[in-house]
């Protein structure tokens, strides 16, 4: 069955530059969370959208700002990147019409800042 | 507003024994999921089993098992006869009903020994 896919996965930027991280949820699926953890840390959640409109924001800074484009993809954009943004980045996504909500987690996106 | 406890940080264990972690949450919603993930060094989260909230009962699943208590708002994970591919973080995670953010707990560090 298909997954959920994250690209790139592993992904080195310097401080101040910016980064693009992309989420491809499973066919159908029309809502798609970012959650980003920090290391030994717990997932948190940043930021969610449902059927391209923001449904939800968590602790999202100011400098990242998401979207999702008509076929229900996402990317997460990052701006002057600082080291306490390398972390394990997440995408999830889930069916509203599914009884359940379980969200299905992608392989995640590493993301370190030198 | 959600919480979730994850109270042990670390936990080691001899191959073949049986260990326990413990979950305890907090939600003011009637209804609402609970959920436990693995997250093995590679880093990819897998879940592991959804508990809806009007459902009580015990559930086991190979060497798995998971007790749900309302009454103290527990949602224990058993492994029985723990083995070295057990050794991962877990997460217990909540999340309200309808496309709401799952809410994780700091994870338990499971050890594994041969």
């Known amino acids: 069955a298909a997954g959920v896919i994250q690209s790139p996965r592993h992904l080195i930027k310097e401080k101040r530059e910016t980064a693009t991280l992309k989420c491809y949820p499973i066919?159908?699926?029309?809502?798609v969370y970012w959650y980003q953890q920090g290391p030994g840390q717990d997932p948190q959640f940043l930021i969610s959208?449902?059927?391209?409109?923001?449904?939800d924001k968590g602790s999202i800074p100011d400098r990242f700002s998401a979207q999702q484009f008509s076929d229900y993809h996402s990317e997460l954009n990052m701006s002057s990147l600082e080291l306490g943004d390398s972390a394990l980045y997440f995408c999830?996504?889930?069916?509203?019409?599914?009884?359940?909500?379980?969200?299905?987690f992608g392989p995640g996106t590493r993301l370190t800042v030198t | 507003a959600q919480k979730v406890t994850q109270a042990q940080t670390e936990i080691s264990v001899v191959e073949k024994e049986d260990v326990t972690l413990d979950c305890v949450y907090e939600?003011?919603?009637?209804?609402?999921?609970l959920f436990w993930y693995k997250q093995p060094p590679s880093g990819e989260l897998v879940f592991l089993i959804r508990?809806?909230?009007?459902?009580?009962q015990n559930e086991i699943s190979g060497r798995y098992s998971w007790n749900f208590q309302k009454s103290t708002s527990s949602f224990n994970f058993t492994i029985t006869a723990s083995q070295v591919v057990d050794s991962a973080v877990y997460f217990c995670?909540?999340?309200?009903?309808?496309?709401?953010?799952?809410?994780f707990g700091k994870g338990t560090r499971l050890s594994v020994i041969a």
């Open positions: 066919p159908r699926h029309d809502t």
């Open positions: 995670a909540l999340s309200e009903v309808g496309n709401t953010p799952l809410v």
């Open positions: 508990r809806n909230s009007f459902d009580e």
């Open positions: 959208f449902y059927e391209k409109m923001q449904s």
């Open positions: 939600t003011r919603d009637t209804t609402y999921y």
């Open positions: 999830a996504s889930t069916s509203s019409g599914q009884r359940h909500y379980e969200q299905y």
